[in-house]
């Protein structure tokens, strides 16, 4: 089983800085198989980010992703005020099928 | 545009069979696999399985004594059983659409897009 870790924890930050949010797998993912989600309190995830580096339909083109083999990037490049949320990526895998990392929290600093 | 929606008690009691539904509108189930995903209160993500509309399923290991999914393609909808529950199983249940069913291999088709807004089920006597 590849298991994913999130790093930052937390990421303290003000509107308009640059946020650089890390998921690390413990086995080589394809770059088809990782995504990245945004998720707002008492909000479903919504799909930022698929195959890596693709935005999800309607995602601004100020969040990117990035990465390949163990080592994935997302990066907003102008924090606005409704980026602030918790940020998850997800493996698609072998068993189980998904996995989801444990989050980084983007908060107003 | 694809909505969930999820129904189903919001208490279960200890040992009980947990029962949720996923109603889907604005698209077929047809082309996709459709999960159930949750969250516990400590805001970790567990995918529990998918199902497709021919009910071919896959589940996540670490559930799969306890679960059972089934789709009714007549009412658009898709379902889950969960067994023997205990308060571990606390959490917020989504159904989302995702993976792509079939023959797929670019990279549009291994994650999960559209997600239902959740249910909170409570497991507690």
């Known amino acids: 089983e590849s298991v994913l870790t999130q790093s930052p924890g937390t990421l303290s930050l003000s509107p308009g800085e640059r946020a650089t949010l890390s998921c690390r797998a413990s086995?080589?993912?394809?770059?088809?198989?990782l995504a990245w989600y945004q998720q707002k309190p008492g909000q479903a995830p919504r799909l930022l980010i698929y195959g890596t580096s693709n935005r999800a339909t309607g995602i601004p083109d100020r969040f990117s992703g990035s990465g390949s083999g163990t080592d994935f990037t997302l990066t907003i490049s102008r924090l606005e005020p409704q980026d602030f949320a918790v940020y998850y990526c997800?493996?698609?895998?072998?068993?189980?099928?998904?996995?989801f990392g444990p989050g980084t929290k983007v908060d107003i600093k | 545009q694809v909505q969930l929606h999820e129904s189903g008690p919001g208490l279960v009691k200890p040992s009980e069979t947990l029962s949720l539904t996923c109603s889907v509108t604005?698209?077929?189930?047809?082309?996709?696999?459709w999960s159930w995903i949750r969250q516990f209160p400590g805001m970790g993500l567990e995918w529990i399985g998918y199902?497709?509309?021919?009910?071919?399923?896959n589940y996540n290991p670490s559930l799969k004594s306890r679960i059972t999914m089934s789709v009714d393609t007549s009412k658009n909808q898709f379902s889950l059983k969960m067994t023997s529950v205990s308060a571990a199983d606390t959490a917020v249940y989504y159904c989302a659409r995702g993976p792509r069913s079939g023959y797929c291999t670019s990279s549009s088709c291994f994650h999960v897009d559209y997600w239902g807004q959740g249910t909170l089920v409570t497991v507690s006597s």
């Open positions: 199902i497709n509309y021919s009910g071919s399923n």
């Open positions: 604005g698209g077929s189930l047809s082309n996709y696999y």
């Open positions: 086995q080589s993912v394809s770059s088809s198989y």
């Open positions: 997800l493996q698609y895998g072998s068993s189980p099928l998904f996995t």
